[in-house]
């Protein structure tokens, strides 16, 4: 039998170890099931903690800045659309670029000083991201376009080092899945927060009862509690490789073509860009529907309040799950149960309010399974590069899974402003009934089209051949 790439790539350093036996041996190295020494649980948990934070800014970003645009500041919806877009690609890019940096400088205390140095020029960019324009017209435009790429930037400059250390927190696929889960339950908590608390809490902290005003005070409120548990994180964290001997990181050239071979990673990243697209659709389309089309604006709050809530409940059960048949098999079952809701809702109008509640509470049960299957896989696909060509790219990977996430969720910005602004939209009126049909396709079509593209993508992985056990295992075995 011969040694593995990563045999190869390390001479002189032990075969890996089988850390079920107590071996005195303290060498950091992964068994054949993908299993190392395991790190405290406080050190996970306090590490999982920072998506609270991020996401304070992200689900703000993702559930209300475009309806801000549109119906707080008065932007159309085809260039509220088209800032989202080419702040999103920008996104991307950055996203990537630190990603490349990360593989070629990266280590434990480039990420710390990342979290500890960013946060705070991270929350003053998100709170610039919600300044009102103070001019009209273009000059206004080009205000919001830079507000947004401002805090795109310094946002990829903290999150990919933050994302980067889920995959050195521990050499062993268990901890990391912990942390996968525990990250989706952090995040969750303040998906909450920003869905119930933007509009009341923020004007409350302004001092108004809503319109721009009030977003800015939610923007200030989330910046400043965002910034602390930033440092806070990135003042704790140890590498969980540190002791882990390394070669001469490879030029940005190879770590993409290593990342170009990987197979896992590429089917992935597809199922990813269709499932992102779908979901953003579906996240977007909320407020829009219950404002115009159940004429409650204050429902669909609760409703996306709600949505985030049940993660907490479903998060859990997911895990437990994926424990039982694996993340890849777990993404298929999660595409299955939204292609029935999505074929339920098309064929059975929903319009009431409860009604369309429960429908959205009961989407977002089951596409969290495919949030976090991604990330506990995402980790897996890198232990399968490095296997296959000896390389470890867990810059690029993570640079490259933000850039493709982040253009994805750009494009479903676009489709949604194109479809609403060929309906006729205008924002604050009532629709025409045109346009609210049209929105009803929209929530059912794309969606369902993208969850089935993710399924046939993850069909053709490498990992859906790994054992039952394969997340709680590390992902390694593979059935006779």
């Given at each position: 039998m011969g040694k593995s790439p990563r045999a190869l790539r390390y001479p002189g350093i032990p075969q890996p170890l089988d850390f079920a036996s107590d071996a005195p041996d303290k060498t950091v190295m992964m068994n054949e099931h993908g299993e190392g020494r395991r790190v405290g649980r406080w050190r996970l948990v306090t590490l999982a903690g920072g998506d609270f934070a991020f996401n304070l800014y992200w689900q703000s970003v993702m559930l209300y800045l475009l309806f801000y645009y549109t119906d707080a500041i008065g932007i159309a919806v085809e260039t509220a659309a088209a800032i989202y877009l080419a702040a999103s690609v920008w996104d991307g890019l950055v996203s990537f670029a630190v990603g490349a940096l990360v593989d070629r400088q990266g280590g434990a205390r480039h990420y710390r000083w990342a979290l500890i140095g960013g946060a705070v020029p991270l929350g003053m960019a998100f709170a610039m991201a919600y300044a009102p324009p103070p001019v009209a017209g273009q000059a206004?435009?080009?205000?919001?376009?830079?507000?947004?790429?401002?805090?795109?930037?310094?946002?990829?400059?903290?999150?990919?080092?933050?994302?980067?250390?889920?995959?050195?927190?521990?050499?062993?696929?268990?901890?990391?899945?912990?942390?996968?889960?525990?990250?989706?339950?952090?995040?969750?908590?303040?998906a909450v927060l920003v869905a119930i608390g933007t509009v009341p809490i923020g004007g409350m902290v302004m001092g108004v009862e809503g319109g721009p005003r009030a977003f800015m005070g939610a923007a200030l409120l989330f910046a400043g509690l965002g910034s602390v548990i930033l440092i806070g994180?990135?003042?704790t964290f140890r590498d969980g490789m540190a002791e882990v001997a390394k070669p001469p990181p490879p030029s940005i050239r190879i770590s993409l073509a290593a990342v170009a071979r990987n197979r896992a990673f590429l089917t992935l990243a597809v199922a990813m860009i269709a499932m992102i697209v779908a979901t953003t659709v579906l996240g977007k389309s909320v407020l829009y529907y219950f404002k115009y089309r159940l004429h409650d604006v204050g429902a669909g709050q609760l409703a996306l309040a709600s949505m985030m809530a049940v993660s907490v409940v479903a998060v859990p059960v997911w895990m437990a799950?994926?424990?039982?048949?694996?993340?890849?098999?777990?993404?298929?079952?999660?595409?299955?149960?939204?292609?029935?809701?999505?074929?339920?809702?098309?064929?059975?109008?929903?319009?009431?309010?409860?009604?369309?509640?429960?429908?959205?509470?009961?989407?977002?049960?089951?596409?969290?399974?495919?949030?976090?299957?991604?990330?506990?896989?995402?980790?897996?696909?890198?232990?399968?590069?490095?296997?296959?060509?000896?390389?470890?790219?867990?810059?690029?990977?993570?640079?490259?899974?933000?850039?493709?996430?982040?253009?994805?969720?750009?494009?479903?910005?676009?489709?949604?402003?194109?479809?609403?602004?060929?309906?006729?939209?205008v924002a604050n009126v009532d629709q025409t009934p045109e346009t609210l049909a049209a929105l009803r396709r929209l929530v059912v079509v794309v969606p369902l089209v993208c969850f089935v593209l993710s399924g046939l993508a993850m069909a053709f992985s490498p990992l859906r051949r790994t054992g039952r056990f394969s997340l709680a295992r590390g992902g390694g075995r593979v059935k006779p």
């Open positions: 206004g435009l080009a205000f919001v376009l830079g507000g947004h790429l401002l805090f795109r930037t310094a946002y990829a400059l903290v999150n990919i080092p933050y994302l980067a250390m889920s995959a050195r927190v521990s050499m062993d696929s268990r901890d990391r899945s912990f942390v996968a889960g525990l990250r989706m339950l952090a995040g969750t908590a303040a994180v990135g003042w799950l994926a424990r039982m048949i694996g993340a890849v098999r777990l993404w298929f079952v999660a595409v299955g149960c939204c292609g029935t809701g999505l074929l339920l809702f098309a064929t059975v109008d929903l319009p009431q309010v409860g009604a369309m509640q429960a429908f959205l509470i009961g989407m977002q049960a089951v596409t969290v399974g495919l949030h976090f299957a991604f990330w506990a896989l995402l980790p897996d696909t890198i232990d399968h590069g490095e296997r296959a060509t000896g390389i470890r790219a867990e810059g690029i990977v993570f640079g490259l899974a933000a850039l493709l996430q982040r253009v994805a969720i750009g494009l479903a910005t676009v489709m949604i402003g194109l479809v609403l602004g060929q309906a006729g939209y």
